[in-house]
């Protein structure tokens, strides 16, 4: 368990790229955009990029299990974001793509090679400037491997299906507990078992449990985890 550094957070100079990785409803994009605001960085959702394929692929009737016409209309997607937003095709979808609907089918999409392909592409690009942080579940391990600091989130999933049936309600879904918890669990396997690119925790990583912590207080810990990655690249 890491002790909480109570000193007054720093603001870092040399600006460094961030994975987070972890499961469904961890809290890891919220994390994100709130220690990117904290940094002055970039907040990257890759997951929303991938809600944004699913949602191009129900919109336009694609059988996502049907590889080839899968590769075939890739091309005809642009992904884009508007400050923290994710645009399709020049459209913000951010709040579209958060529906149950797109989250039911967005982790078998997110296991075609040529979905993940496009994406990490485009992910890798965002990062060479540097100070990116970016979530989802294979940055730290495929997107970002060399990333100067990599955190590995988790939380109980009583915790978890309660974010996310909590999240859901606040948008107006009329969803059960249970339905939250059957779609995470099948992520989950999903997730962690596909062939290609599965969840899995970088060696390097720190994982950080944020069941019983607040944001501020996950946001402590890591802001004092990149002053000192910084400090060590600095002296090196």
Same mark, same amino acid.
């Given at each position: 368990?890491?002790? /909480?550094?109570?000193?007054?957070?720093?603001?870092?100079?040399?600006?460094?790229?961030?994975?987070?990785?972890?499961?469904?409803?961890?809290?890891?994009?919220?994390?994100?955009?709130?220690?990117?605001?904290? /940094?002055?960085?970039?907040?990257?959702?890759?997951?929303?990029?991938?809600?944004?394929?699913?949602?191009?692929?129900?919109?336009?009737?694609?059988?996502?299990?049907?590889?080839? *016409?899968?590769?075939?209309?890739?091309?005809?997607?642009?992904?884009?974001?508007?400050?923290?937003?994710?645009?399709?095709?020049? *459209?913000?979808?951010?709040?579209?793509?958060?529906? /149950?609907?797109?989250?039911?089918?967005?982790?078998?999409?997110?296991?075609?090679?040529?979905?993940?392909?496009?994406?990490?592409?485009?992910?890798?690009?965002?990062?060479?400037?540097?100070?990116?942080?970016?979530?989802?579940?294979?940055?730290?391990?495929?997107?970002?491997?060399?990333? *100067?600091?990599?955190?590995?989130?988790?939380?109980?999933?009583?915790?978890?299906?309660?974010?996310?049936?909590?999240? /859901?309600?606040?948008?107006?879904?009329?969803?059960?507990?249970?339905?939250?918890?059957?779609?995470?669990?099948?992520?989950?396997?999903?997730?962690?078992?596909? *062939?290609?690119?599965?969840?899995?925790?970088?060696?390097?990583?720190?994982?950080?449990?944020?069941?019983?912590?607040?944001?501020?207080?996950?946001?402590?810990?890591?802001?004092?985890?990149?002053?000192?990655?910084?400090?060590?690249?600095?002296?090196?």
């Amino acid at each position: 368990m890491h002790t /909480l550094n109570k000193n007054k957070r720093k603001q870092v100079k040399r600006k460094i790229n961030i994975a987070i990785d972890g499961f469904s409803s961890t809290g890891k994009s919220t994390l994100a955009k709130k220690l990117a605001e904290q /940094l002055a960085y970039t907040y990257i959702d890759s997951g929303a990029m991938y809600r944004a394929i699913a949602l191009y692929f129900l919109r336009h009737d694609i059988d996502y299990e049907d590889h080839e *016409e899968v590769a075939k209309v890739l091309p005809n997607i642009t992904l884009s974001f508007e400050g923290q937003e994710i645009c399709l095709n020049n *459209e913000n979808v951010d709040a579209e793509v958060r529906t /149950l609907k797109v989250a039911n089918i967005v982790s078998p999409v997110a296991t075609i090679p040529s979905v993940r392909d496009f994406c990490v592409a485009q992910q890798q690009a965002f990062g060479k400037k540097k100070g990116v942080v970016m979530d989802g579940r294979d940055i730290g391990t495929v997107v970002f491997p060399q990333a *100067e600091l990599k955190i590995f989130l988790g939380a109980s999933e009583e915790v978890r299906v309660e974010r996310r049936y909590l999240e /859901l309600k606040y948008k107006g879904q009329e969803v059960s507990r249970e339905d939250v918890r059957t779609n995470l669990l099948k992520r989950d396997e999903i997730d962690a078992n596909r *062939e290609y690119n599965p969840l899995r925790k970088a060696e390097d990583a720190i994982e950080l449990d944020n069941s019983a912590l607040s944001v501020s207080e996950q946001i402590d810990f890591i802001v004092n985890w990149v002053n000192d990655r910084v400090a060590s690249i600095e002296i090196d």
